[in-house]
């Protein structure tokens, strides 16, 4: 496999609680990684520690050859999603998605070519002049991806990305972010507590409990070649 991210010796403390000890962790590049785990298991912990929003966190990781482990969040290339879109409310969504071409000072035809690329690709041509309010949950977190990927980062962590959503829109946008990501090659983690999201959308999975990763292959060689008795069991109660 690839070794497009490294974690090594990953240590989290909070407190006197140490909730990640000495995690080591490769991920492939051009491929959608998904932390599965049930809850409190610590895969946010190691999302934001990737991303550099944990402060609390020790160990090296390398992105693409670079070490990263020292970089403040706005120099790691890196985009986030979460679960509650975090879009300005006050912008539109043409607004939204163009913020960081214009914080990078971005020449304005750019601007203007580029959002117009993202928003068709993620089907809201039409929503340019809405804004948030106006919007769906599940049209919300695409123009949150959009504004994520329009800034091409090396890499996407998606946190949650669809818990906020009902049945059907979660499905149908799981089915999106895979299309995304094969479009634009971008390397992706996501995170969930759902087996079946993370069977549907995962080139790879790593398994997450207790703080530690418990198995890491694809979806098929999780279901079938458990490596051990707490992956038989976790696979065995959600079949
Ligand atoms: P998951 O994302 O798998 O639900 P988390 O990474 O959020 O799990 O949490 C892992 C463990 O770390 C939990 O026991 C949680 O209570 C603890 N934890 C997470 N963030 C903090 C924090 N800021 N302060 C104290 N404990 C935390």
Redesign the pocket.
């Known amino acids: 496999m690839s070794e497009f991210l490294k974690i090594e010796k990953l240590q989290?403390k909070?407190?006197k609680?140490t909730?990640?000890d000495d995690l080591n962790l490769t991920i492939p590049e051009n491929a959608i990684t998904v932390?599965l785990?049930?809850?409190?298991?610590?895969?946010?912990?190691?999302?934001?520690s990737i991303s550099g929003l944990?402060q609390?966190a020790t160990g090296k990781i390398l992105l693409d050859g670079q070490d990263i482990s020292q970089l403040p969040v706005n120099k790691r290339n890196i985009g986030v999603i979460f679960q509650s879109y975090a879009l300005f409310p006050n912008m539109t969504v043409f607004d939204n998605v163009a913020y960081g071409l214009r914080a990078k000072k971005v020449a304005k035809k750019e601007i203007i070519q580029r959002v117009k690329e993202m928003l068709s690709l993620v089907d809201l041509d039409k929503k340019a002049n809405s804004y948030p309010d106006d919007l769906s949950g599940g049209q919300k977190q695409r123009v949150a991806i959009a504004r994520s990927m329009i800034m091409k980062p090396k890499l996407l962590l998606l946190?949650?990305p669809l818990s906020a959503l009902d049945a059907k829109i979660r499905v149908e946008l799981r089915n999106q972010i895979r299309k995304y990501q094969q479009k634009l090659g971008i390397t992706m983690i996501f995170?969930t507590?759902d087996q079946s999201e993370a069977m549907a959308i995962a080139d790879n999975v790593v398994v997450?409990s207790d703080?530690k990763i418990q198995q890491q292959g694809s979806p098929d060689e999780i279901y079938k070649k458990p490596s051990n008795e707490f992956m038989a069991t976790f696979i065995g109660e959600h079949n």
Do not use: M
């Open positions: 989290v909070f407190g609680d909730v990640i932390f785990g049930p809850s409190g298991s610590g895969k946010t912990t190691v999302l934001r944990n609390n946190d949650e995170v507590h997450i703080g």
